[in-house]
């Protein structure tokens, strides 16, 4: 009874992951990255691609570890006028642009980090959908990107607190359970 006790949390206790997640985690231009924050153009990205979702929560198989990493993007950045909104650009700017973004994934341990070949995709890919973007208030090109060492989340909240939620439930009912018999 009581090993049944001690193996009741680790059936709740599934390494849980943001599989397969990409996210946009800043969008500005300047050249002086004290003006970035005031540059922002974070309010242009759509709510979709600023955080993952509960689809995208995956129990990672036994041989996986949640893996996440950043990818930096500078570019080549012409916003147009948006005249119509309160606020808004009035003019042309034509800067250096940057984005950020955040990569999580279930994988194996040894992918301790990202392949060059792998960073220059993103550049690619990113040059390749800013070019299908009809009808945006910014054109991109030249994207050029790094991409930052790989974090490994193999145990504890890899989501930021849905783990933890799951550790006190299961802790929960383990005390129910010992209390009852």
Same mark, same amino acid.
């Given at each position: 009874?009581?090993?049944?006790?001690?193996?009741?949390?680790?059936?709740?206790?599934?390494?849980?992951? +943001?599989?397969? /997640?990409?996210?946009?985690?800043?969008?500005? +231009?300047?050249?002086?990255?004290?003006?970035?924050?005031?540059?922002?153009?974070?309010?242009?990205?759509?709510?979709?691609?600023?955080?993952? $979702?509960?689809? @995208?929560?995956?129990?990672?198989?036994?041989?996986?570890? /949640?893996?996440?990493?950043?990818?930096?993007?500078?570019?080549?950045?012409?916003?147009?006028?948006?005249?119509?909104?309160?606020?808004?650009?009035?003019?042309?700017?034509?800067?250096?642009?940057?984005?950020? %973004? $955040?990569?999580?994934?279930?994988?194996?341990?040894? +992918?301790?980090?990202?392949?060059?070949?792998?960073?220059?995709?993103?550049?690619?890919?990113?040059?390749?959908?800013?070019?299908?973007?009809?009808?945006?208030?910014?054109?991109?090109?030249?994207?050029?990107?790094?991409?930052? @060492?790989?974090?490994?989340?193999?145990?504890?909240?890899?989501?930021?607190?849905?783990?933890?939620?799951?550790?006190? %439930?299961?802790?929960?009912?383990?005390?129910?359970? +010992?209390?009852?018999?």
């Amino acid at each position: 009874l009581s090993l049944l006790l001690l193996l009741l949390p680790a059936l709740f206790l599934s390494l849980k992951c +943001y599989d397969k /997640c990409n996210i946009v985690t800043s969008f500005t +231009y300047g050249t002086d990255p004290d003006d970035w924050t005031e540059n922002s153009l974070m309010d242009r990205v759509s709510d979709k691609n600023k955080a993952c $979702t509960k689809e @995208q929560i995956k129990d990672c198989e036994d041989a996986e570890v /949640c893996l996440s990493y950043d990818v930096a993007a500078s570019a080549d950045i012409e916003i147009h006028p948006d005249i119509d909104e309160e606020g808004g650009i009035s003019k042309v700017v034509s800067q250096e642009g940057h984005m950020g %973004f $955040t990569i999580s994934f279930c994988g194996p341990a040894t +992918y301790t980090a990202v392949p060059p070949s792998h960073c220059d995709e993103w550049a690619t890919s990113l040059n390749e959908e800013f070019q299908k973007e009809k009808g945006s208030l910014f054109t991109v090109s030249n994207v050029d990107t790094t991409c930052s @060492q790989v974090t490994v989340c193999d145990s504890g909240d890899c989501l930021a607190g849905s783990v933890a939620i799951s550790t006190t %439930f299961s802790l929960l009912i383990t005390t129910l359970a +010992y209390l009852l018999l």
